[in-house]
Every structure is written in C-alpha cells, then in structure tokens.
C-alpha cells in the first residue's frame, strides 16, 4: 500500500484509533486472551484486597469488644473533604469513560487528568490527616483506636497509590495520543480498581467513625 494513504495532508501519520466502548468484546486473538488475564488478574486483586480489609476488620471488632484501654480517636476533619475527593475522583472517571465512548479524546483526556490530579490530592490531604495527629500527640502506640485507624488509612493508601500509577500511566498514553484498542483493557481495569478502592474507603470512615 502506498505510503501516501496511510499519511494525513501535512504528512504525519494518523492518530491511532479510540476504542468506542467500555468492556466488553471488541478484542480477539492474544489481544483478547490478554484481556481476560488482566481481567482475572484484577478480580484476584480485589479478592484478596477484601480478605485483607475484612481479616482487619474482624480484628478490630474482637479487640473493640475486649478493650478495657479503648480511647476513641479524634478524626481530623479533612478526613471529610478526603472522602469527597475521592467521590469526586469516581465520579469525574465515569465522565472520563463516557467521554471515550463518544469518541471525544480531548474531553477523555481531561477528565482523566482531572481524577488523577484529584487522587493526588487525596493522597496529600491523607498526610495531612496523620500530620494533624502526630502534633497532637497521637502515634500508632497511643492507643488501640489509634493504631487501627493508623493500620487501616495506611494499607488503603499503599493500595490507592498503586491505583493512582494506573491512572497516570492511561493518562500519560492518552496525552501521548496512543489509546488505541490495546489501551482500552488498561483504562477499564484502572477504573474498575479505583471505584473499589472508593467504595473500601467509605467503609473504612463508617467504620471509624461508628466504632473507632
């Protein structure tokens, strides 16, 4: 095939294609074989994320009941825009897939970039929260409440960066105008884990909240 027709009029190779979807089939070959493994490799993750929230959780709650020493600790309030940050994020990233679906790839990369700023912002803001603790004299070892609430807001950050790199590798491929269908398995499990990481949190502050 002449060079010339894959070549736009000011010479450059056309962009490559966006994927119009979110999920579902599409792919074939190694490319749907590699689909499905990330996939399982998504879902293996989230299992064993919920097998660690929920073995800690049963550990809080026998320890909550036996505790003669439980001192509640005092939740900072930036926990509360923390927690608003985060839906925000879930929500932009959903505006970021429609938007991929439509077609419209500056829209997507915007509100990619926008959710990913806004979980580096969460992440700030979670410092901020152990910040205000440390200087009022509250550590790991004060109490109980708070080495649990110190446990719990670290493991869900250590989770939540690995889930912020996701983003910020879709979103660097994007501004690199490479989301072409391959693309489209990395942009669907980084949602998918981010909008779980999400509902993990929610829990955590009900969690806290009602009995730390």
Excluded: C
Excluded at 172 to 178: D, E, H, K, N, T
Aim: net charge positive; proline share 5%.
């Amino acid at each position: 095939m002449p060079a010339s027709i894959t070549r736009d009029f000011a010479g450059q190779p056309p962009p490559p294609p966006i994927e119009h979807g979110w999920g579902g089939g599409g792919d074939s070959g190694s490319r749907g074989w590699s689909r499905r493994a990330s996939f399982t490799g998504l879902f293996v993750l989230l299992a064993s994320t919920t097998m660690v929230f929920a073995a800690l959780t049963s550990a809080f709650v026998m320890r909550r009941g036996i505790a003669d020493d439980w001192t509640s600790t005092p939740k900072p309030h930036i926990l509360w825009v923390n927690t608003a940050l985060l839906l925000i994020s879930s929500v932009v990233l959903d505006r970021s897939r429609h938007a991929l679906k439509a077609g419209a790839r500056n829209r997507f990369n915007f509100w990619w970039t926008a959710a990913t700023a806004l979980g580096v912002l969460f992440l700030i803001g979670q410092a901020s929260a152990w910040r205000e603790l440390r200087d009022a004299g509250i550590f790991v070892a004060t109490n109980p409440s708070s080495s649990f609430f110190y446990v719990f807001t670290a493991i869900h950050a250590v989770h939540l960066l690995g889930g912020l790199t996701a983003l910020v590798y879709v979103d660097v491929q994007a501004w690199r105008l490479q989301l072409g269908p391959a693309k489209r398995t990395a942009i669907d499990v980084s949602a998918i884990f981010w909008h779980f990481l999400d509902g993990v949190w929610v829990y955590l502050m009900v969690l806290v909240y009602v009995w730390g």
